[in-house]
């Protein structure tokens, strides 16, 4: 009796035993991450595996010893973005640009090892504004602009700051590069007063107007700075008064106790901001215009609501005058959206967005700070959109209803606006969402060889190149693979690139330069293409 208790109880033991040596192994990853320039081993490095598709795979997290190793165990399979982070340092690829991560695909039982990750020292930019007579400036803000080599590429607003009590301002963890630097002064206090000058002062004129490093007021004429992995460099301004410009208008239909404010915006790259009180019969005037694009806006309080209107002007070398500002009311638009053959059990977490849009890439830039209003869906995918106001816009979609899913139509008065619409009052808009968009994946390849980490864009015929919603876009693994789902059915480009920063893709210029290194499909609904995509140089102006 004694021996077949024990027998019974092995069988247990044995069956696990079988199980184990039958169990698929999970998956490891491990490597390295040193310092550039050099070889230097980086520790205390945060390395973040998360799962592209989560409901697949999982989020795992390790950090570097004292030698630079990470080791990543028990991983599920499935595809990855490995992402780094550690204070004061920037992941670059071999190539020493700029990465967000490497995309991985990772097989179940597989041993990922001999991993190399290289991290670039960031850069700082710190300095001190001051007046002619060496007082400090304070609460002046300071925009700080990326420059690229070429001449294709406007400079892009990277940051902006504003000077302490002291006139002292810091930018910290830029990536090594050129940079051009501005400061910005705050909204003349003069132009807010309630008493008006009966006649022009030389003195009223001369003002503090932006200036771009080293002490220019003119954009093109401004100076970059180079910044080395490492640096810690000191840009300083003397603030000099310079002649400056006016705009006079008109604001009509509302009355002063509605408290109207008359604010000036730039258009370009430098958002600087002026504005004025409006008098009693209306007039206002903006002291203090240097030369330039500005958006003209008037709001007023009326019944809880806002009341605004707009209005673009352009200063050149002398004063604007006949600005005519009518403020109108705020309006709803009611909408609903509309779900193909597949109505989704999540659909309050869907959302819809109405976003501003300009009719040209200068005024795409300027809108690029614009707000947006979103709107979530009820149960039965009705939205509201409140406090519009006219203007040119694109409506979106966001929730996450399928990997095929996408917005098919934007429907007023029956007639499809997706590439964009004039709002100019209560209207009402409805939004068709399918769920057969097409697919396209393949692999890309360079001198023959798998192109890992570059990004595949589908770009779509050029009516739709400003709903930016309507692009699609990949990256490529280990191995050189991508995918592309939900695809609207029509015409597309599709393009390979590394070193592109991203949205550039987007500039009506840089496609037009790439013509002949894009691949054109046709895509049908439910389609799927398989294509073997050749890497395309990006040129140095364009990086």
Not at 42 to 58: F, H, P, R, S, Y
Not at 107 to 112: H, L, T
Not at 336 to 365: M, Q
């Amino acid at each position: 009796m004694k021996h077949i208790c024990l027998f019974v109880l092995c069988l247990p033991l044995l069956s696990l035993s079988l199980c184990a040596q039958g169990a698929p192994k999970q998956a490891s990853l491990s490597g390295t991450v040193i310092k550039e320039p050099g070889d230097q081993p980086l520790k205390k490095v945060i390395l973040n595996l998360v799962a592209e598709d989560q409901k697949q795979g999982g989020n795992y997290t390790t950090d570097t010893d004292v030698e630079g190793h990470f080791l990543f165990e028990n991983v599920e399979p499935g595809r990855y973005r490995l992402l780094l982070e550690k204070t004061g340092f920037h992941p670059i690829n071999p190539r020493g640009h700029h990465t967000d991560g490497a995309i991985l695909t990772v097989e179940r039982g597989q041993e990922i090892s001999g991993l190399l990750f290289q991290m670039l020292q960031s850069a700082v930019i710190t300095g001190k504004v001051v007046d002619e007579d060496g007082d400090p400036m304070p609460s002046y803000g300071v925009s700080l602009l990326k420059r690229y080599p070429g001449k294709a590429r406007h400079p892009e607003l990277a940051a902006e700051e504003r000077t302490n009590d002291l006139g002292e301002y810091r930018f910290s963890g830029l990536f090594p590069g050129q940079y051009f630097v501005a400061v910005v002064p705050p909204p003349d206090i003069r132009n807010f007063g309630h008493s008006r000058e009966s006649q022009r002062s030389a003195r009223a004129d001369m003002t503090y107007l932006p200036t771009y490093y080293p002490g220019t007021n003119d954009g093109t004429m401004a100076a970059p700075i180079d910044l080395r992995a490492g640096d810690e460099l000191p840009v300083n301004f003397t603030m000099i008064p310079s002649h400056s410009f006016r705009i006079h208008g008109i604001v009509t239909g509302i009355s002063v106790n509605q408290k109207p404010i008359v604010q000036l915006v730039s258009r370009g790259v430098i958002q600087s901001m002026n504005g004025s009180d409006v008098a009693a019969d209306g007039q206002f005037e903006i002291r203090g215009v240097a030369p330039g694009s500005y958006t003209v806006m008037v709001t007023a309080q009326a019944d809880s609501q806002t009341l605004t209107d707009r209005q673009t002007v352009n200063v050149v070398a002398a004063d604007v005058d006949g600005v005519k500002l009518v403020p109108v009311r705020p309006f709803t638009v009611s909408g609903h959206v509309t779900f193909e053959n597949n109505w989704p059990k999540n659909i309050n977490d869907c959302s819809a967005y109405l976003r501003p849009a300009g009719e040209s890439d200068d005024e795409e830039r300027s809108f690029a700070s614009s707000g947006t209003t979103a709107a979530q869906l009820d149960r039965i995918g009705n939205f509201t959109w409140t406090g519009v106001t006219p203007g040119h816009y694109v409506a979106l979609f966001n929730g996450d209803v399928g990997p095929n899913a996408y917005l098919k139509a934007v429907l007023i008065g029956g007639n499809d606006y997706t590439t964009g619409f004039n709002l100019t009052g209560p209207t009402s808009i409805d939004l068709v969402v399918g769920f057969r968009g097409g697919m396209v994946e393949g692999t890309v390849v360079d001198h023959d060889k798998a192109a890992g980490n570059v990004t595949v864009v589908a770009v779509p015929e050029k009516k739709y190149r400003r709903a930016h919603e309507r692009f699609g876009t990949a990256s490529t693994d280990q191995y050189g693979h991508f995918t592309i789902r939900g695809l609207a059915a029509g015409s597309y480009t599709i393009f390979a690139w590394q070193d592109l920063d991203a949205t550039l893709y987007y500039d009506a210029a840089f496609l037009k330069s790439q013509e002949d290194n894009g691949t054109s499909i046709k895509v049908e609904e439910e389609s799927r293409q398989l294509l073997q995509l050749k890497l395309a140089s990006v040129p140095a102006e364009w990086q």
